[in-house]
């Protein structure tokens, strides 16, 4: 029997090493950001991934990689973000160990981890970090609220060619109402951006490139 987290993970991982490759291929310049690092697994594979795939195809351009995390869970859940899953004991991880890895597997790449509540470090401009245009954006806060202060976050640094990644894009029972579905529509919405999908991957992700 397939264990369905470790499938999830895997297809995970081969999105994000695709969307790369994708971005390289199209010299696409910009940065990576990953909301929901969680133990850093994912954020270490996307560095690895453009390493990789920048010597495939001796691409010269850089990326910096930014990380967003509370790393203790998703503090005081809203009504509308109420779920059987998501609930803090599920998510809350080690800081400092997870750190220590990251600063570990990103020599020779400027990378940076930001601790804290989507609520109070995502209310700065991106520029406050350092970044100016975003490559590829991987989404994994799970919930609307979280959500909606990422692509807040990130309203004036998208462009043509940036990747969305969105992980766990069709929990609440596929509701068009609740969840990481609702915060991205109504982002395409306000900003009258366009994207087309690109595919779906593992329990429930899918991959959009920003098209207008």
Do not use: C
Request: hydrophobic share 35%; net charge positive.
């Amino acid at each position: 029997s397939i264990n369905p987290v470790v499938y999830h993970n895997y297809e995970k991982f081969m999105a994000i090493y695709k969307v790369h490759y994708l971005t390289l291929f199209d010299g696409v310049v910009g940065d990576y950001l990953e909301f929901g690092v969680y133990k850093g697994s994912s954020f270490i594979h996307s560095i690895n991934s453009f390493k990789k795939n920048k010597k495939i195809l001796s691409s010269r351009i850089e990326r910096s990689f930014y990380g967003f995390d509370s790393f203790e869970g998703f503090g005081n859940i809203k009504e509308i973000d109420n779920h059987p899953f998501y609930r803090d004991l599920n998510f809350v991880t080690d800081f400092k160990k997870i750190e220590k890895r990251i600063n570990k597997s990103s020599k020779n790449i400027n990378s940076k981890v930001i601790k804290g509540f989507f609520n109070k470090t995502l209310s700065v401009t991106p520029s406050k970090y350092g970044i100016k245009k975003a490559a590829i954006i991987f989404s994994d806060a799970d919930v609307y609220s979280a959500s909606k202060d990422i692509f807040n976050f990130i309203n004036e640094i998208t462009d043509i060619g940036t990747y969305f990644v969105l992980d766990d894009f069709f929990s609440f029972k596929g509701s068009l109402n609740k969840g990481s579905y609702k915060a991205f529509q109504e982002f395409l919405k306000k900003k009258g951006i366009s994207v087309r999908k690109v595919f779906d991957y593992g329990m429930g992700g899918s991959v959009y490139v920003r098209s207008k």
